[in-house]
């Protein structure tokens, strides 16, 4: 069974740094494109960050290249988001999610870590 | 980046009646669109991948349609655990996009 279980959100101040992690389990982590999608309050669903199978290519939203950090450590099956430079318009639930087989969909959630940026 | 609006935003309906859903792209997504299901607190749930195509374990009743720019989700007699809101994403072109939502309330 695929599973996915996000951790490290918290509140922190603008201009402060976050690292969110992923932990995947139930398939082979390093074949699969895996994600980072956020939710504002009320808001709809934003694609955050991709990184490739074999960690070839990462691939980032405007609102935070340059700001924020995807990787995956393929021994311990974790995948983890850097973010750095917060702003209070960073404040959502962090989804990981992966995309299916040959850059399909997102096939597999998980619940979501709550980042809230705030002074 | 690829627009998608959805419509309505809302959807007032009784449990056993037919829903439909509809999402519009600001360019053609070459049938690379899926739908989504979100209930309250919860994450998001796959329901339809490539315009048609139920992921595993949807029900039946759940059906994907469209081409080109225009795609339609439609339940065919909703059960209480549907209403939630819906999501289309389109995988044709980065960014990645979702649409809107449409909540289906009762």
């Known amino acids: 069974e695929v599973q996915l279980w996000e951790s490290g959100g918290g509140l922190v101040q603008p201009g402060g740094s976050l690292r969110l992690s992923c932990a995947a389990s139930g398939f082979t982590f390093r074949s699969f494109a895996m994600n980072w999608v956020r939710q504002a309050p009320g808001k709809r669903l934003e694609w955050v960050s991709t990184?490739?199978?074999?960690?070839?290519?990462?691939y980032y939203a405007d609102s935070v290249s340059g700001r924020f950090t995807i990787s995956r450590d393929p021994f311990d099956n974790t995948l983890y988001l850097q973010m750095n430079s917060l702003r209070v318009g960073d404040t959502a639930v962090y989804y990981c999610?992966?995309?299916?087989?040959?850059?399909?969909?997102?096939?597999?959630w998980g619940r979501g870590a709550l980042v809230t940026v705030s002074s | 980046e690829i627009v998608l609006t959805q419509s309505p935003a809302t959807l007032s309906l009784s449990p056993g009646e037919r829903a439909t859903l509809s999402c519009r792209a600001s360019?053609?997504?070459?049938?690379?669109l899926a739908w989504y299901q979100q209930r309250p607190g919860q994450a998001p749930r796959l329901l339809i991948y490539?315009?048609?195509n139920r992921a595993t374990a949807i029900p039946a009743r759940f059906s994907g349609s469209g081409s080109g720019t225009d795609f339609t989700l439609t339940i065919s007699s909703l059960e209480p655990e549907d209403f939630a809101v819906y999501y289309c994403?389109?995988?044709?072109?980065?960014?990645?996009?979702f649409g809107g939502g449409t909540k289906v309330e009762i």
């Open positions: 490539d315009t048609s």
């Open positions: 994403q389109q995988r044709s072109n980065w960014p990645l996009t």
């Open positions: 999610a992966r995309r299916g087989p040959n850059w399909g969909h997102f096939d597999y």
């Open positions: 990184i490739s199978p074999g960690d070839t290519n990462t």
């Open positions: 360019q053609s997504v070459r049938g690379l």
